[in-house]
């Protein structure tokens, strides 16, 4: 899950900066960017704390772990 989670936020971080580069390359409008930034990053902070600064406690007690 939590690399679900990762993956996701990588995703949200992308698509930050790709939306602005298609509005700079007349590739999209400026609401539809300005919509899309804003899902991007309710989203991102959605998702990001959910991962962000959790350790496995498998791996915290040192316990070998299946990855």
Known sequence: ???LLQT???AMLVLTVLFPVLYLVDA????????????VTVVWFAVTPLWMGREDHAAAAGAPTAE
Request: net charge positive.
């Open 1 to 3: 899950m939590r690399k």
């Open 8 to 10: 996701i936020s990588i």
């Open 28 to 39: 999209m409008g400026e609401t539809a960017m300005k919509w899309a930034m804003l899902v």
